[in-house]
């Protein structure tokens, strides 16, 4: 496996990897979606788990913000690190303080990705509401 920035190359087994995990989140708008990927790769805001010539897990972010905005794991390979070492990848890139939202406490929908920013260091932050689903803001202070 190799964790890479995504290039143009990457765009439709990117979106295949959407298709296939789009049933956890809430409000996803496919054609929107990938739009903001070709901006997101083209600004390399995008990092790619890739196995041959398959996206099996990405990540998208903004220098900008510290937003965490993606991140998906196959369910193929799901349980073999590929989202640790997606974050790995990104607190090593950015030197600001990072943030992500995901579902409250409770939600079976949000159990695995909770334990791992938990465990990559992230501390729950404020409730919220987005596109009428009930949410949580995780924070990553710590500046590495």
């Known amino acids: 496996m190799e964790i890479r920035y995504a290039g143009p190359e990457d765009q439709g087994s990117w979106m295949d990897l959407v298709k296939t995990v789009s049933d956890y989140f809430p409000g996803l708008d496919i054609p929107q979606y990938k739009a903001e990927l070709e901006k997101a790769i083209a600004r390399k805001e995008a990092l790619a788990a890739v196995i041959g010539n398959q996206v099996v897990g990405g990540l998208a972010f903004s220098r900008e913000t510290g937003e965490l905005r993606f991140l998906a794991v196959h369910p193929q390979f799901r349980r073999q690190g590929i989202a640790q070492a997606l974050m790995q ?56």
Do not use: N, W
């Open 89 to 144: 990848a990104l607190t090593a890139l950015l030197d600001i303080p990072l943030f992500v939202i995901t579902y409250r406490e409770g939600d079976p929908m949000g159990t695995a990705a909770r334990s791992l920013y938990r465990h990559m260091g992230f501390v729950p932050g404020p409730l919220l509401t987005v596109f009428d689903y009930p949410c949580q803001r995780f924070d990553y202070p710590k500046s590495l």
